[in-house]
């Protein structure tokens, strides 16, 4: 499970949350997060991890029930401990850095 620490270096206010959970032998995610609404709302899809021909790692992934894609496909980089995992758009200047945390919190 990750949470979303900081998008494009800037720290989330403490009452904006994203996390993230995969299941990497399904290549399915959950993600709950409070963008849109003061409640967290659950999306669920499925995504995918490629290398490219440059040894970079890309995230891309798709929503269920029709939703769409995402919005970018991301180029992944993680810390030597696989705590932090850093994201960069390949559509735009989007950075998003996630830390890895041990369950999801009660909602």
């Known amino acids: 499970v990750w949470r979303l620490?900081?998008?494009?270096?800037?720290?989330?206010?403490?009452?904006?949350?994203?996390?993230?959970?995969?299941?990497?032998?399904?290549?399915?995610?959950?993600?709950?997060?409070?963008?849109?609404?003061?409640?967290?709302t659950k999306t669920t899809g499925m995504f995918a991890i490629e290398q490219d021909e440059y040894e970079r790692y890309i995230l891309s992934g798709w929503y269920d029930y029709g939703v769409g894609d995402w919005a970018s496909d991301y180029i992944v980089e993680m810390t030597i401990l696989g705590d932090y995992m850093l994201w960069q758009s390949m559509s735009n200047n989007e950075k998003m850095l996630l830390r890895r945390v041990e369950e999801l919190p009660k909602f």
């Open 5 to 40: 620490e900081e998008l494009n270096d800037k720290s989330l206010s403490e009452d904006t949350m994203l996390y993230i959970d995969f299941d990497r032998k399904e290549h399915r995610f959950e993600m709950w997060d409070n963008f849109d609404s003061m409640y967290m």
